[in-house]
């Protein structure tokens, strides 16, 4: 027999849930290295202008259809128009392709807070050897069962006493830590011309590029078009004001990513700026190397992979949750065994992920290693099509009226307007574009590049 659904307490236990999954390594991590290599302060402008527009309009949307529906989104969509319950399966699979990738990842943070409270700080700050040693062994397995067996478990306790309470402890510290470190770099001679990199728009550097690689960054740190928002809408009380909660959200999300740019890349410019044009590997190569050169650096590498371990968390969890709730919903299974289930399938994908790098670095698709390959189908094409197609079917079938009901339940939705050319015409043509370029760029067709930083 089912069991009865799930709900959040009220609006600060949504609120801090839908932000923990919205805040992950795509803030922490992805940010920081997209705004040093797109322009610094012109693509945090644009960044933000389009989290305050496209972004909100989205969540708002996937939100409201999720409180409406009252179901995960593999049913929601074929709820609100069968024609379109293919966009259910389709945003089902965002998630499950996502999080065995994301948790191998969450696997390597792990592993390296624990190597810098074991005083391993300096060895981590040997350069690309250390990572690349790691990451081609059978390491990354261990850590890896690590991570994803502690996202297993706070989603089997359920979504008051494991996600909402996890939450409101996580989320909270995450903001500290980040502000503490920010404010710490900030201090360190030298870094204030990083800030000024960050902060200043140079509109010299606004190029197309900048735009497009904003948007993308929308999609991976806001949680749009994987399932997740629709989820978490469905467990959320009538009773609680969508748009003011979207908007806190958003300002949570967006706040996190600022600062975390302020911690990272002032620290950077410290140390060598070139670097800056690590990319991924900022994280992992340059950063230790950073924290090695900084005083007091192993107590603020300490206090910083356990932020990501922090942000990483309740972002993977959100994942597992928005899985195992289209598993209860669709095949009536309890919450345990749909987690157990959901477990194993991502130890049968996860284990030949971790191993990607290393034993079964053979395998490849589309010339991508597995872990690559899957962050570029979902990232690169699910989430930019589901978002398109939700675009289509609320704008010109299920009409923007249906999701106007939904959010002026609480009073007045201020934001009509801006929800109703998003929706019907900017974002369509916004996801296309993303769309296009992101494979023109991953086929070598064309090249998105970056910015030169001065030294």
Do not use: H
């Amino acid at each position: 027999m089912a069991e009865k659904r799930s709900s959040f307490t009220g609006k600060i236990g949504f609120v801090l849930a839908a932000a923990g999954s919205a805040v992950g390594l795509g803030n922490i991590w992805r940010f920081p290295y997209l705004a040093a290599k797109y322009g610094g302060g012109i693509f945090l402008l644009v960044y933000i202008i389009l989290a305050v527009t496209f972004g909100f309009a989205l969540m708002v949307t996937e939100i409201a259809i999720g409180r409406k529906t009252g179901t995960s989104a593999i049913n929601a969509f074929k709820t609100l128009d069968k024609r379109f319950s293919f966009l259910g399966w389709m945003a089902a699979l965002v998630p499950a392709i996502i999080l065995p990738y994301y948790s191998v990842i969450g696997g390597w943070v792990t592993k390296y807070l624990v190597g810098f409270v074991s005083g391993q700080s300096k060895t981590m700050a040997s350069g690309d050897s250390y990572f690349d040693n790691f990451i081609s062994g059978t390491a990354p397995v261990f850590w890896f069962l690590i991570f994803m067996a502690l996202t297993a478990l706070i989603v089997l306790l359920g979504v008051e006493k494991g996600i909402e309470r996890v939450s409101k402890i996580m989320m909270p510290v995450l903001v500290l830590l980040t502000l503490g470190i920010a404010i710490y770099v900030m201090t360190i001679p030298g870094a204030m011309k990083g800030v000024i990199y960050y902060i200043k728009p140079n509109f010299s550097n606004f190029r197309v590029e900048t735009v497009l690689a904003a948007m993308g960054q929308l999609f991976y740190s806001m949680s749009l078009a994987m399932g997740i928002m629709i989820t978490y809408g469905s467990y959320m009380k009538k009773e609680v004001n969508i748009e003011k909660s979207v908007r806190q959200i958003s300002l949570f999300d967006t706040g996190i990513a600022f600062l975390a740019g302020l911690m990272i890349i002032p620290a950077v410019f410290v140390s060598d700026n070139a670097t800056l044009n690590k990319g991924p590997g900022l994280m992992f190569v340059t950063l230790p190397e950073v924290f090695n050169s900084m005083p007091g650096g192993t107590i603020i590498g300490i206090l910083f992979f356990l932020l990501v371990i922090f942000a990483a968390l309740t972002s993977s969890i959100s994942l597992m949750e928005t899985i195992v709730s289209i598993v209860c919903d669709k095949f009536k299974l309890s919450r345990r065994l749909s987690c157990f289930a959901v477990f194993l399938f991502c130890l049968i994908i996860g284990v030949p992920t971790a191993l990607g790098y290393g034993s079964l670095d053979f395998i490849k698709i589309v010339g991508m290693q597995l872990l690559d390959f899957f962050d570029f189908i979902s990232n690169s094409v699910l989430m930019p099509i589901v978002a398109l197609i939700t675009c289509i079917l609320i704008g010109y079938f299920v009409k923007p009226s249906k999701i106007y009901e939904e959010i002026e339940i609480n009073g007045s939705f201020k934001s009509k307007p801006l929800l109703n050319i998003m929706i019907k015409y900017a974002a369509p043509i916004f996801i296309v574009a993303i769309l296009i370029f992101s494979l023109l760029e991953v086929f070598g067709i064309i090249e998105l590049a970056p910015i030169l930083i001065e030294k």
